[in-house]
């Protein structure tokens, strides 16, 4: 008998289709077997509804909760016994985050110790921005790290870059005046010079100014990040009289992907609730998890909960927390992020209650809260407080 188990009589919410229907979702050997719709004639893949039902593999009941594709937080710091470290396999699971990106924890000069660091995660799949400056978000609260340019060096990220290929999905700079002083601009445009030579997307980080939010959304193209999007530290709100401002459409026009990273000041509620209003939507929801903030960000499913308060849909969120960050570090093309059938297995299953929970039945009542209750990653079950589960389940391996 080949290892799996079926997950029956949940919502499933599909992220590239944007739906949510009642649905089973049948795992094997560590990769999605089929997504069998319980309403219509067949489950996607020629099959008659309900053949994969007849498998002898452990089903788990899931009425009444959600069922996505593992989250994928494009926002985390996880060089575990540094500054800002969190350990991914502590906070992963619980969450239901299934693949955290570091972002710029480590510079070149570190990135091989916080590969050391990440070796033996066996929960959440690991990947990373390397810093501009060489070394890191090391010590934020005693120093940041572009104070000293001779730490920006283009030759030191790129050396890193080549040297790491398959971990590093791009560059971050924390462009912003407490973290560079007077040394903002000339550090992003050595950002930019890494990034557009390796090919690989540049994050920047929204604070206070210099440089402004014009001057770094001139430098940013098409699948670029600007992360604490609506953060009020900028000065510089992204939209104003219902509509989002000239710089900011500009941008979202060519392709500069807008991300949330929540952290302890990147996230200002009434500018996100302002731009929601005004129909501009983040495109991908993240977290910012560290050392520092995990007390007020919790972890990236209270981040959802926020946007479901703020009338987004639960099938936009869980698409903002899935195949649309999966996407912009490149990770769609191995499955991440999707339920497509030979994807790997890396599901969430959320209890959703409250504003867009399917508990209000389109009533929506009460503050929306969202929680991880079950996680799998690549078909192995590393999280669950759900109440009985099967007699077996796929042996562990590492993800990495």
């Known amino acids: 008998m ?21 649905a089973d979702v049948v795992v094997r050997d560590g990769r999605i077997a089929a997504v069998v719709d319980r309403t219509a004639g067949s489950d996607g893949d020629g099959r ?9 593999d452990p089903v788990i009941d899931v009425p009444g909760l959600v069922v996505t594709p593992g989250l994928v937080d494009l926002h985390t710091h996880v060089f575990v016994g540094q500054d800002l470290g969190v350990d991914p396999d502590v906070v992963g699971p619980p969450s239901g985050v299934t693949t955290m990106i570091d972002t710029g924890s480590a510079g070149g000069h570190l990135f091989g110790a916080f590969l050391r660091s990440t070796v033996d995660v066996v929960g959440p799949r690991v990947r990373a921005f390397v810093n501009i400056s060489s070394i890191g978000t090391t010590s934020i609260l005693l120093s940041g790290e572009l104070t000293n340019l001779d730490y920006v060096d283009v030759r030191v990220c790129r050396e890193a870059v080549e040297a790491y290929p398959d971990q590093i999905v791009g560059v971050k700079i924390r462009a912003s005046h407490n973290v560079a002083a007077d040394n903002g601009t000339v550090a992003l445009d050595r950002a930019r010079q890494v990034a557009d030579a390796t090919g690989l997307p540049l994050m920047v980080h929204l604070g206070p100014q210099p440089p402004s939010l014009p001057q770094i959304l001139d430098r940013l193209g098409p699948g670029d990040i600007l ?3 609506f953060t009020a530290l900028s000065g510089y709100p992204l939209t104003a ?3 989002a401002v000239d710089v900011v459409a500009r941008a979202q026009q060519r392709g500069v992907v807008f991300d949330v990273g929540h952290g302890m000041s990147g996230f200002d509620r009434d500018q996100a609730r302002a731009a929601v209003d005004a129909g ?19 972890d990236l499913p209270h981040v959802m909960a926020t946007f479901l308060a703020m009338g987004v849909s639960l099938t936009e969120v869980v698409r903002r ?7 912009v570090v490149g990770l769609d ?3 991440v992020g999707t339920l497509r059938p030979g994807a790997p297995a890396d599901l969430a299953v ?33 999280h669950r407080t759900l109440p009985g589960h099967p007699t077996s389940y796929p042996e562990g391996h590492s993800t990495r």
């Open 321 to 327: 927390t899935t195949v649309v960050p999966a996407t």
């Open 333 to 335: 093309r191995l499955g």
């Open 2 to 22: 080949t290892a799996g188990f079926t997950l029956r009589g949940g919502l499933v919410c599909d992220p590239e289709a944007g739906t949510l229907r009642p």
């Open 48 to 56: 008659p509804a309900g053949e994969h039902r007849t498998t002898p």
């Open 280 to 298: 501009f939507l983040p495109d991908t929801i993240s977290s910012d998890l560290h050392r520092y903030s995990r007390d007020i960000v919790v």
């Open 227 to 229: 992360t604490h999007c």
């Open 241 to 243: 009289q219902g509509r």
């Open 350 to 382: 959320l209890r959703v209650t409250g504003t867009g929970g399917p508990e209000t039945a389109g009533h929506p009542t009460g503050v929306p809260t969202v929680t991880a209750v079950l996680t799998v990653q690549q078909g192995r079950i590393v």
